[in-house]
């Protein structure tokens, strides 16, 4: 019952119609994905300058951790806003919570489950996100969260029949359905592992806030937020992405509000799209305590500047993902080099705050060594706030994790999670959350 996504959780989105699947069959091979070659060869990547973190928008350097916080982070933030991920509107006003289990032992007396409702438009007609919660029965203060949000309806997280059944989007007919079988082999969490080390978990379905297809717009949290008069999305208006991550910050707003909950000491978690969905929303949303993406790749943390397995033109080509990004980004297609941003600002936007770049080593695909290169460039702004940085510019070998402030693991194997992963993380989590036992 463990989350198993070795052939890439874009497989369940690719049999369910969703675009292709983000891995290419023969990693060393020649490829085309939407007509646009794809290299594997580290002969070929060519030579390239990244943007400087640590240098303001007219060219003076970045010398301490006033200027960070005051004027250059917020340039940041900004070209990512406007070129990358695209504006989100901020907290809803008319958001609510409606707690309807409040709290119910189960999984053999270890856990207490709660599942919420939050309301994101104040008519309540809306999308709204159904969060699954599981708390350690045995915990006597407030517990630290380990939050990811899933590809699979919430009740494959785990084996509870006291799980309120949700449907997910069927991108064939544009309706929510029962899931499919094939959704039964993603979603699931060893939800037992973080209880036994007095971490609680959460997670809810990412199509809840947008559906991950071209023409789910419509059924989407983002069309209510269209202006009057528009009808359709601007250049720097949120794709899906920003929508999925702007979702997890509602469910901290929850967190918030449970004294049950550190609100904290919550780790955010995602895997593929949802590895870059949670390396925007720990960037965007400081409340995130630490962050955990998993094979997160180009428009995550591999750097877009280095010309190797997914590019930007791949992501944005008109028949696979531009929908998940502001309209802005597909100008950098085929001109990444021209791009005022890359994945070592995204992962300096995270810093002071503990992240683990969660690879594997055969995902040629997702470039496990670009995020491993971009972490390196990212470790000066680390230093310049205090923290430690990855401590070396040399790969590690698969099965060799680096747990610093800035942290990187890259298992045995391909693109997502496997089952040995689960560990790396409640090491990780146990150095940076220090949980109650």
Aim: with cysteine; glycine share 10%; net charge neutral.
């Amino acid at each position: 019952m463990l989350l198993r996504v070795a052939w890439c959780s874009c497989l369940l989105l690719s049999a369910l119609g969703v675009g292709q699947a983000q891995t290419p069959a023969t990693p060393n091979a020649p490829e085309l994905v939407a007509g646009i070659p794809v290299n594997y060869d580290e002969a070929k990547v060519g030579t390239y300058t990244l943007p400087d973190a640590l240098t303001l928008n007219d060219g003076k350097p970045v010398r301490d951790a006033k200027t960070w916080w005051n004027k250059r982070r917020p340039q940041i933030v900004e070209l990512f806003e406007t070129q990358q991920f695209g504006r989100n509107p901020g907290r809803p006003a008319g958001e609510s919570f409606e707690v309807f289990d409040k709290g119910t032992p189960t999984l053999e007396g270890k856990a207490i489950r709660k599942q919420v409702t939050i309301y994101l438009t104040s008519d309540k007609s809306g999308p709204n996100i159904q969060l699954l919660i599981y708390l350690p029965a045995a915990a006597k203060k407030p517990v630290p969260m380990f939050f990811s949000i899933n590809f699979s309806a919430v009740q494959n997280m785990t084996d509870d029949a006291g799980i309120k059944a949700e449907t997910v989007w069927d991108p064939k007919t544009g309706t929510r359905i029962v899931p499919p079988e094939i959704f039964k082999r993603f979603g699931h969490v060893d939800v037992a592992k973080f209880l036994d080390a007095g971490i609680g978990v959460a997670t809810y379905y990412y199509g809840d806030v947008d559906p991950d297809m071209p023409n789910g717009f419509a059924n989407g949290i983002r069309a209510r937020y269209l202006k009057a008069g528009q009808t359709e999305r601007g250049p720097e208006d949120w794709g899906s992405i920003a929508a999925w991550a702007w979702g997890m910050s509602r469910v901290q707003d929850y967190f918030e509000t449970d004294p049950a909950i550190d609100a904290k000491r919550v780790a955010i978690h995602g895997i593929s799209r949802l590895g870059k969905t949670v390396m925007w929303a720990g960037a965007h949303d400081q409340r995130f305590a630490v962050v955990i993406a998993s094979c997160s790749g180009e428009g995550g943390a591999a750097l877009s500047h280095r010309d190797y397995g997914e590019t930007i033109a791949h992501l944005t080509a008109p028949d696979r993902y531009p929908y998940q990004f502001a309209k802005n980004y597909a100008k950098y297609g085929g001109f990444p080099d021209k791009a005022p941003m890359d994945a070592n600002m995204l992962i300096a936007l995270v810093a002071p705050r503990p992240l683990l770049l969660q690879t594997g080593d055969t995902d040629k695909w997702s470039d496990p060594k670009g995020e491993f290169l971009a972490a390196v460039a990212a470790g000066p702004v680390y230093r310049l706030l205090g923290k430690t940085d990855l401590g070396t510019d040399v790969l590690p070998a698969a099965k060799q994790p680096i747990f610093h402030d800035l942290s990187y693991y890259m298992h045995d194997g391909g693109h997502g999670m496997v089952p040995t992963d689960w560990d790396i993380y409640i090491e990780f989590l146990k150095k940076n959350l220090h949980p109650e036992q």
